[in-house]
C-alpha cells in the first residue's frame, strides 16, 4: 500500500499579488538592471527564488505575538522571552541578539580573529569570506571529497575533510589557524547537511589543538532534520534535540535567524567564553544597539522566540523537505540536473553541464539565471566563476569555480506546488534549446563581493 504524501502543515491566511510583465518588460527591466537580478525591483519578480534569507512567511502566532512587543531601550520583556527560548536551544550561557548574521560575523570575528590569522571551514559563503577578510585573517575551505561529485548519493557532502583539517592543525600553519567555522547546512556546496559524527572529530580536533570551534547555524533546523532522516543512531532523535546537540559540540555560534528563526530580520551570537563574550558585547553596544536589544525591535524579538520553536516541528520540516524532494524531481523529468541529493532550503542547478558551449569565461550560471528570467520572470542566483572564480583588473576570468551552478533558494511557507510547476516547465522550456543561450561579460564590478553590484552586458 503506497503512502499518500501529506500537505503542508499549515494553510494560507493572507495573499500577495504578484506582477507577470510581458517579455519585453523583462529584456527592459534585465537591462536595465546591468544583467544583474540583484538590481531588478521585487515588482518586476514573478517567483523570486534569489534568496532564502528573510523573504518566508510569518505564522499567526507569530504575529499575535508580535502584539506584545516591548520597545524599551533596555531590559525588555520581549528580550528575556527571546534569550530564554535561545538559551533552551542552544545551551550557550551567553547571548547576544544582532539584526542579521553579518552583524554577527563582523563582531565575532572582529573580537576572535587576528591579521593573519586563518579561519578554516567546510565553506565560507559570500559574507562569512568577506568578513574574514576584512579582519586581515584567512578564509580556507576544506571540503570533503564526496563534495566534488555533484551527482553522487552520498548523504552528509557537507563535511569538512577531516585528514585535511588534522592535517592543517598539526602543520606548518597549524599555529595560524584562529577559528574553525562549520557551516550548517554547507549552503556554499549545494545545501548539504553536515553529519553529527563529522561535527563531533572536529570538536576533538579543535580540542586537541586548543582552536575555537563555532557553527554558522542558519540552517540549525534543517540539517538536524536531514540528520534525522540519514545518519544512524539518530532516527529516535527529534530535530530539536539533534540541534541542541549540535549547539553543545561547539564553543559558539552564528545563526542568521533569517533563515531558520522564520523572521524577516534577526540574528544571534552564542558564546561559552566569558572573556569573549565581554569583547563581543562591547562591540554590540558601540556599533548595533545596547545588548537587550542588538538591533531589534521588541516585536522581532517575539516573533524569533515563536519561530524558534516552530522551525524545529517535525511536521514543519518535513512538509518543507518533501516540497524540496518533489521540486527537483519536476526539475529533472525536464532535463535538468541538479546537485544531489536534494537538500532542504535550495536547489543548485548544474548550468555547466546544461551549457557545455559555453566556457567558464562566459559565466554559464549567469547565463542560465539571466535566461530564466526573460522566459518566466524567475529570479536566482549564481553561484559560479562569477560568484567564487578570480579575475584580473580587468574583468577577465583567471581561475574558473570548480562548478557553475544556479542555486534556487526557497522561502519558507511562501510558494505552492503549482510555483515550482511553473518554475520547472520554464526549465523545461531553456533545456529543449540550451544553444541559443549567450555568455556575458563584466562591464563593471567592486573588489569586494562582486556578485551584488556587478553589471555586465550579453556576449555576441
Not at 599555529?175 to 572529530?201: D, F, H, K, Y
Request: hydrophobic share 40%.
Amino acid at each position: 500500500m503506497s503512502t499518500i504524501p501529506l500537505p503542508p502543515p499549515y494553510r494560507i491566511k493572507v495573499v500577495e499579488p504578484i506582477p507577470f510583465l510581458t517579455p519585453v518588460q523583462r529584456r527592459e527591466a534585465i537591462e536595465a538592471a546591468g544583467y544583474n537580478p540583484f538590481n531588478l525591483r521585487s515588482d518586476q519578480i514573478t517567483v523570486d527564488l534569489l534568496s532564502d534569507s528573510g523573504t518566508g512567511a510569518t505564522s499567526s502566532a507569530q504575529e499575535a505575538a508580535a502584539a506584545q512587543g516591548d520597545e524599551s531601550y533596555a531590559g525588555a520583556r520581549s528580550w528575556f522571552r527571546f534569550r530564554d527560548e535561545a538559551a533552551d536551544l542552544t545551551g550557550y550561557p551567553h547571548l547576544l541578539p544582532v539584526h542579521q548574521g553579518r552583524a554577527g560575523e563582523r563582531i565575532l570575528f572582529s573580537s576572535l580573529l587576528q591579521p593573519g590569522q586563518i579561519c578554516v571551514s567546510n565553506t565560507h559563503f559570500d559574507t562569512t569570506h568577506a568578513n574574514v577578510e576584512i579582519v586581515g585573517a584567512e578564509p580556507r575551505d576544506l571540503p570533503c571529497a564526496e563534495a566534488l561529485d555533484l551527482d553522487s548519493q552520498e548523504p552528509f557532502k557537507g563535511n569538512i575533510d577531516l585528514v585535511a583539517l588534522a592535517e592543517t592543525l598539526a602543520g606548518p600553519d597549524g599555529a595560524r589557524v584562529g577559528l574553525v567555522l562549520m557551516t550548517i547546512t554547507n549552503n556554499g556546496l549545494g545545501a548539504q547537511p553536515v553529519s553529527m559524527a563529522n561535527l563531533e572529530a572536529v570538536q576533538a580536533l579543535c580540542r586537541r589543538y586548543r582552536v575555537p570551534f563555532f557553527l554558522d547555524a542558519a540552517r540549525f533546523a534543517e540539517n538536524a532534520w536531514l540528520v534525522q532522516q540519514r545518519e544512524a543512531g539518530y532516527q529516535d532523535w527529534t530535530p530539536r534535540q539533534i540541534a541542541t546537540r549540535a549547539f553543545q559540540l561547539a564553543d559558539g555560534c552564528l545563526i542568521s535567524l533569517k533563515k531558520d528563526g522564520l523572521t524577516g530580520i534577526g540574528g544571534l551570537i552564542g558564546l561559552r567564553d566569558d572573556a569573549l563574550f565581554a569583547r563581543c558585547e562591547a562591540n554590540l553596544i558601540a556599533t548595533e544597539g545596547f545588548s537587550t536589544y542588538g538591533g531589534l525591535s521588541g516585536r522581532d524579538l517575539e516573533r524569533l522566540a515563536v519561530g524558534l520553536r516552530e522551525v524545529v516541528d517535525p511536521l514543519y520540516l518535513a512538509g518543507r523537505a518533501a516540497q524540496t524532494a518533489r521540486f527537483a524531481q519536476m526539475i529533472k523529468d525536464g532535463g535538468v540536473d541538479v546537485v544531489e541529493p536534494a537538500g532542504v532550503h535550495a536547489l543548485y542547478l548544474n548550468a555547466g553541464r546544461l551549457l557545455p558551449h559555453l566556457t567558464p569565461a562566459e559565466f554559464p550560471g549567469h547565463s542560465l539565471g539571466c535566461q530564466m528570467y526573460l522566459d518566466g520572470g524567475i529570479r536566482s542566483a549564481e553561484l559560479g566563476s562569477l560568484y567564487l572564480g578570480t579575475l584580473d583588473e580587468s574583468h577577465r576570468l583567471t581561475s574558473p569555480a570548480p562548478f557553475e551552478l544556479v542555486r534556487l533558494a526557497i522561502p519558507r511557507r511562501v510558494y505552492t506546488e503549482e510555483h515550482f510547476a511553473y518554475v520547472a516547465a520554464v526549465l523545461a522550456g531553456i533545456a529543449k534549446d540550451p544553444e541559443r543561450i549567450r555568455g556575458y561579460r563584466i562591464v563593471s564590478a567592486p573588489a569586494l563581493l562582486r556578485h551584488f553590484k556587478v553589471r555586465l552586458a550579453p556576449l555576441g
